[in-house]
DNA sequence: AATGAATGAGCCTTCATTCAT
DNA sequence: TATGAATGAAGGCTCATTCAT
C-alpha cells in the first residue's frame, strides 16, 4: 500500500515526449550530459553554453539547436534527474510493507543515487532557486516543492491507515520531510557521516516524529 | 539551560569591526539598505552595484569605498540577516524552560522575522548557495550549514540531561532540523499556512521525534 | 516611336541562363516566391535562408543547390521583379502615341504592378542600396539607377523629336522622373491617395516640366 | 515669404533636449563623429557599436552609455544630418524672393551640404529604410517623407499666391519633389556632372513644372 | 569621502554556410 | 537532387570594477 514514490510529479510528459533517435539524439545526449557534468562542478552561473558544447564536443551553435537557451538546458538537467531519482526512490521502495520500510527505502535511495551521481542533486536544488524565472515564473516550482507536495500526498495517504497522527497539518509535514532528509544528506556527504549511521537516525527522526501518540499526550 | 540562540556564527567581528558613525557610516547604511530590498527581490545575480548604488542614492562609486566588491556586500547582508534572526530568536527563547518551550519559540521568532523582513531569508539561504565562491570558498559555509551545527551543538547539551534519544547520531539530527524548519516554513509563506497551525505542527513533530522512547522500542 | 520599356537592364541573362524544367525548376520557383514573400515583409537583413526555404517548403540545404548565397537569391528576385515591371510597363504603354500617353502609361503600370505585387517595389529598391556590395561592388546598379538610364534615353530620343526641351541636361532629367515617381507613389501607397489623382497629377507634372517652352524664355 | 527651410519636422526637441558639456558631452561628440563617418562608409549593417568606439578613441562599454543601443545612435546621426541639412537650407534660401529663387537655392544647399559632407544624405536616407523598426516602427518617418511633408506644406502655400497650378493634388507633388532631387542628385555625384549644369536643369524642370499653365492648355 | 564616466573582458545568442547521408 | 544537423565566427550588449576629478 505504501510504495510511491518519493517526490515527482507528472512533469515526464514534457522530457519524455518523443525520444528521437539516430544522430540528433546523440548529439542531445552528449551536451546533456556535459551540461550535467558542468553544471554540478560550476553551478549554473559559472557554466557557458560554449562550455557545454565544448564538453560535448559539438559546436557552439549545435547547443542552440537543441536548447532554446541556457535555461532551458539546465531545466531539462533538473527533469532527467528528478526523473532518475524518482526511478530509485521506486526501486528502493518497491517491496517496502511498512511505513518504517518506505522512509528506509527512501532515504537509502537518496543516498544510492548520490553515490552515483554526486553532486546532481545539490546541483539542481541549488540553481533551480537562482536561475531567474522567465516569463512564467512563478509557476515553476522547486525540486523542494515538488517533493513536499509528493511527501503530503504519501503522509495523507498513510495517515488514512492510521499511521501517522491526524492532529498534524499534513502539508507542513509533508513539505519539512524533504527539507530535513536533503539538510541532513548534504551534511552526511560534507562530513562524511556514514550512510547507515544516517540512515539509522533519521529513519527513527522521521518514524517517531509521524506516529501517533500511543498513550494520552 | 536551553537558552542559546538558533544558529549564530562566529562572523559578527567582521561585520562589527568597529561601529564608525557620521557620514561614511551613513552611507554605508544606505548602502546595505538597498543591498537588502534588491537581493530580496531580485536576488543575487539580477542585482547591480549599480543599482545598490542608486537604490542608495549615492554615487556609483561610493559601494566600492564600503564594500571590497559585490560578493562582500551580500555577505554583509547575510550576516546582518543572521545576526538579526539570531536575536530574535534569542528574544523568544529566554524564557523557555523545556524542551518544547525552546522549539517553539524557535518557530515563532522564524516567523516573527519574516513577517518582519518578507524573503530576507530566502534570499540569503538560496544565494549563498551560488555566489560562485571567492578563493577561500570551502571556508564559507552556508546559513543552513551554521544554523545545523548550532543546533547539533544544543542536541548535544539537551541530550546529556536525558531529554533527547541518545541512540541518535547527533549531527544529523542537528542539521536535519534547521533543515525541516526551512523547507516547511518556506511552503507556510508560500501557501499562506496560518502560522499558529505551522508552528504547532512543527514543534510537536520535533519534539516526538527527538523524545526518548519511553517503553521498549 | 514611343514605345520602349521603362527602364530595365541586361541582367536577364544571369536569371533565365536557361529555363530548366522539372523537379528543379519547381523547387527554384518555391524559393524564389517564398523569398520574395518574406524579404517584402521583413527586409533582406530580418530574412535567413533557412526562413526561405521553410517557407518553400524545402529542406535548408536545397536553398544552396539553387543559389550561391543569400545576395545571389535577393539579386534573383529584384530581378525578377524588374523584369515583372517592365513587362507591366510595356504592356501600358504599347498603344501610347504621345509623350503624356506615354508618360501616363507608366505611371498607370507602377500603380497596377504595385497593387499585384504589394511592397514589391519597395523591398527591391530599398535593400537594394544596402545589401554588403560583393567583390564586384559597384558594378552593380540600383534600380533606381538603371530605370534613372532608361528614362534618359527614352528622354533623348523624345527630344530629338523636339518634344522635350533641347537646354535640359537630359541625363538629370532621365533620373529625376524615376526619382520622383518612386517618391510620389510610396507617398500615394502608405497614405492612400486615389490611385487616379496621383497619376493625373504627376502626369501633368511631368509633361510640363519636359515641354519646351512656346515662347521666350 | 518662401523662405522656409526644405523638409524637416519638429524633431529637434529630442536631439537639443539639453546640450550636456564636459567630458561626456566630449564623448558623445567624438561617438557621433566616428559613427558617422562609419555609417556612411559601410553601411548600417556593416558598422558594429564596437567599431564606432574604436574610431572613437573611447571603450566598447562606453558606446552604451550614450545611445541606448546601435539603432538609436543611428537614428541620431539621421537627425543631426537632417538638422544640418535644414540650417544650410535655411542659409541659401535666406533672400530668395521667388519660386525659382527659392528651388535654386534649395538645390545649392543640397549639394553644398553634399560636398562638405560627402555620403551623408545616402546613408542617411538608404539606411533609414532598413533599420528593422523598433516597438514604434510605423510611427517613425523616412527622411524622405519627412522633406515631402514639409514641401507640401511650402506647395500649398506658394499656390496660394497663385504662383502655382491648383489643379495639382499638393501631397503627391510634394512628395514628387524630393523624390527627384534625391534621385537626380545622386546621379549627379555617381557621374561627376557639374553642379551648376544640375543646379540649372533641375529648377528649370521643377519651375515649369509647378507653373500655372498661363494659356488654354 | 564622494562621484559617475569610462572600461573591456565576457556573455548569450544568431545565422550564413557546409557536408554527411 | 534533396536534406537538415552541424558549425563557429561574429554580433550586440552587460556589468563588475577603476580612476580622474
Not at 132 to 135: D, R, S
Given at each position: 500500500m505504501i510504495r510511491e514514490r518519493f517526490g515527482n510529479g507528472g512533469d515526464m510528459e514534457k522530457t519524455l515526449e518523443r525520444k528521437p533517435q539516430g544522430r540528433k539524439a546523440e548529439s542531445r545526449r552528449r551536451l546533456l550530459d556535459a551540461a550535467r557534468r558542468l553544471f554540478v562542478e560550476h553551478g549554473y552561473h559559472d557554466t557557458r553554453p560554449q562550455d557545454i558544447s565544448k564538453e560535448a564536443g559539438v559546436g557552439h551553435g549545435t547547443f542552440y539547436l537543441h536548447f532554446e537557451d541556457k535555461r532551458a538546458c539546465f531545466l531539462a538537467f533538473v527533469d532527467e534527474a528528478r526523473e532518475e531519482l524518482n526511478q530509485e526512490v521506486d526501486h528502493y521502495v518497491?517491496?517496502?510493507?511498512s511505513l518504517d520500510g518506505f522512509i528506509r527505502g527512501t532515504l537509502t535511495a537518496v543516498f544510492a543515487y548520490s553515490a552515483k551521481h554526486p553532486g546532481v542533486l545539490r546541483a539542481a536544488v541549488a540553481d533551480m532557486e537562482v536561475i531567474?524565472?522567465?516569463?512564467e515564473a512563478d509557476l515553476e516550482e522547486t525540486i523542494m516543492d515538488v517533493w513536499g507536495d509528493g511527501w503530503t500526498e504519501r503522509i495523507i495517504e498513510v495517515a488514512a491507515d492510521?499511521?501517522?497522527?491526524?492532529?498534524?497539518h499534513m502539508q507542513t509535514v509533508g513539505h519539512a520531510i524533504p527539507g530535513l532528509i536533503y539538510q541532513a544528506f548534504r551534511n552526511a556527504v560534507r562530513r562524511n557521516v556514514p550512510e547507515e549511521t544516517a540512515i539509522d537516525t533519521l529513519t527513527r527522526f522521521i518514524v517517531r516524529a509521524l506516529q501517533p501518540q500511543r498513550n494520552t499526550d
Open positions: 518497491a517491496d517496502a510493507t531567474g524565472g522567465g516569463p492510521g499511521l501517522v497522527d491526524s492532529d498534524f
